[in-house]
């Protein structure tokens, strides 16, 4: 089946998931309907009527997604679904081009391709209303930006997506370093490194070896490229740009409901972290600062060394990065597990992991985990019994089985270069300076 049948029978079982979450919402108690949707139509809603949307409580993402679901009130109250659906479609179309210009086999960019279209999982967020395949689209697309070259188009997409939803913030340092003189030079487009078969491959690792002190000096002074200036000029101007802009418009209330929040975010209610029940325990009284900075001192820690060892494998970075962030996240929900799916089949070309038995054994473990603390929270939402102590052991077991996973991942994976470094011999420098010269 070529790339255009996947998209349309992919399109079709997502359209049909639409009108089916409409009968079950009209004719069942649970409704298929994600309540956040409920939350994103009532903002746009008010946007629509030239109110602000911070007037709908739990409203707290960026004005723009509530002026992109303006239709909801004019068209059909299902036009955001249609619109996330279609981005999901939209990152299966990005993962094809991602994975063709790295020259993987066809059959392979299909078989990757799928992982994402028919995984239930990602299928059902868009269908069921929530807006992460919108954030999944504009970072596969800023990928495909610096892989084209187009350094000051990403930079763009970035500070969109960073104002959008915070987390791809955690994406900034792996990108500057990826814009090495080496790789970036003006006017020219990026040489990428090509796929290689599994048994022509070598597992590579990055090279950690400390410089001497001229080595330093010209790392340091390279670290200030026009590519790097320009990318941090270009993303921070459109982040500063799209905040100011709606601090003018909504205030404060702006300012601490889409961005503020989510770092000082914490949640008193069940979800996989295994925070939460510190946070349950003591929501009445204030976490001090030094509080919240512990629980973020074990993620900035993981992402420094992920960032050290992968920033040059860009794909792969990203999603060691992302599966990590949401395994030590204070607050994760299930709709968290897309930011990292969406990046999975743009590595699974570069892993020498089995599906038997060790690829099934990490799906068996990872979802075995998840069932296991879903059971605990159904008979303490739905029939109100006492197992906070049982969900919190889950939650510890579910993060386990995420850095079970996480190292497999990365001990089978085939450490590969997104860029190939331009080396200049002393030849070539001798011609510059004698071009120079003359």
């Avoid at 002026?67 to 955001?80: D, E, R, T, Y």
Wanted: a neutral charge.
């Amino acid at each position: 089946m070529d790339v255009r049948s996947l998209l349309l029978f992919s399109a079709l079982l997502r359209v049909l998931l639409i009108i089916y979450g409409e009968w079950q919402d009209a004719h069942m108690e649970v409704r298929y309907t994600d309540v956040d949707y409920l939350v994103f139509s009532d903002a746009a809603s008010l946007v629509a009527s030239g109110k602000s949307p911070y007037q709908r409580s739990t409203y707290r993402y960026s004005p723009l997604l509530a002026f992109l679901l303006v239709p909801n009130s004019i068209i059909h109250p299902s036009w955001g679904k249609f619109l996330f659906s279609a981005s999901d479609l939209l990152v299966g179309l990005f993962i094809h081009t991602i994975l063709e210009l790295r020259k993987v086999p066809e059959n392979l960019c299909t078989c990757a391709l799928m992982v994402w279209l028919f995984n239930p999982f990602t299928f059902s967020i868009g269908t069921r209303g929530n807006c992460e395949p919108i954030v999944c689209a504009m970072i596969l697309w800023i990928i495909i930006c610096l892989m084209n070259g187009k350094v000051l188009q990403a930079a763009f997409w970035y500070g969109l997506v960073v104002h959008f939803r915070i987390y791809p913030i955690i994406y900034s340092i792996p990108i500057i370093l990826v814009l090495d003189p080496h790789c970036f030079q003006y006017g020219l487009k990026p040489a990428l490194s090509s796929w290689v078969g599994q048994e022509n491959s070598t597992r590579s690792i990055p090279s950690t070896a400390v410089p001497d002190s001229c080595g330093i000096w010209i790392a340091l002074t390279s670290m200030f490229t026009r590519a790097r200036i320009m990318f941090g000029l270009i993303s921070g101007a459109v982040f500063f740009a799209f905040t100011g802009l709606f601090f003018y418009l909504y205030g404060w209330e702006f300012l601490h409901e889409a961005l503020l929040y989510h770092l000082t975010r914490t949640d008193p209610r069940h979800n996989f972290s295994i925070y939460f029940y510190h946070i349950y325990l003591n929501y009445e009284h204030e976490f001090s600062v030094v509080e919240r900075l512990i629980s973020f001192l074990p993620q900035f820690l993981v992402q420094l060394v992920l960032i050290i060892c992968f920033a040059q494998d860009l794909p792969f970075c990203f999603f060691a990065q992302t599966v990590a962030f949401v395994a030590f996240n204070k607050v994760i929900t299930a709709q968290y597990f897309v930011w990292f799916f969406c990046l999975l089949p743009l590595i699974l070309p570069w892993s020498n992991m089995k599906l038997k038995w060790t690829g099934l054994s990490c799906i068996l473990f990872w979802m075995g985990a998840q069932t296991h603390w879903l059971m605990w929270g159904y008979l303490l939402e739905f029939k109100g019994k006492n197992v906070f102590l049982e969900l919190w052991i889950a939650s510890i077991l579910f993060l386990a089985a995420n850095t079970f996973v996480l190292i497999k991942i990365i001990r089978y994976h085939t450490f590969s270069p997104l860029f190939q470094r331009l080396e200049f011999s002393s030849s070539d420098n001798d011609l510059r300076e004698g071009k120079k010269s003359n």
